[in-house]
């Protein structure tokens, strides 16, 4: 019976506990949370990470095998990248990277949430293109993460 009870503290805290990354400042967060049009040539990226579910977890995300920053409950990145290119991004997992594949578009602004889901031993993630006007919804609620830092190199 003790066992048990401490395999499901154990989980509640993976679950719902709170992983913490280094932040951009409130200036500069609300300053991307305009939406503002990217430069000339370029197409706006938005990877964010809703909600507390697997609050204690933290997973690196990609653009075309660079770093954009290891995500935590309820913050966003964002990036320019050039326009009219093919993106993979990708997020750890359990066992191996999941991906999306996406060409961004010049002078739009596209979003993609990361989410954390069951698996094996807690700590699956993936990835989803959402809708500019979800997206904008949902990042407004967020804070911007510092980027560039990953626990893994790739």
């Excluded at 579910?53 to 995500?71: H, P, Q, R, Y």
């Excluded at 309820?74 to 990708?90: D, H, M, P, R």
């Excluded at 997020?91 to 961004?104: A, C, H, K, M, Q």
Aim: charged residues 20%.
């Amino acid at each position: 019976m003790s066992v048990r009870l401490v395999a499901v503290s154990v989980m509640a805290v993976v679950l719902t506990g709170c992983a913490s990354v280094s932040m951009e400042s409130k200036e500069a967060s609300e300053a991307a949370k305009k939406f503002p049009p990217p430069a000339a040539g370029q197409a706006g990226i938005y990877v964010y990470r809703a909600g507390s579910f697997g609050g204690a977890l933290k997973k690196d995300i990609w653009i075309n095998g660079e770093c954009v920053g290891e995500s935590a409950p309820n913050i966003f990145f964002y990036k320019q990248v050039k326009a009219g290119t093919e993106l993979k991004i990708s997020t750890e997992s359990e066992f191996s990277p999941n991906d999306l594949v996406l060409t961004v578009k010049e002078g739009m602004n596209h979003f993609v949430r990361q989410f954390i889901k069951m698996g094996l031993f807690v700590g699956g993630a993936g990835l989803e293109l959402v809708s500019q006007e979800q997206g904008q919804k949902d990042v407004a609620q967020l804070e911007m993460a510092k980027p560039g830092s990953c626990s893994a190199k790739r």
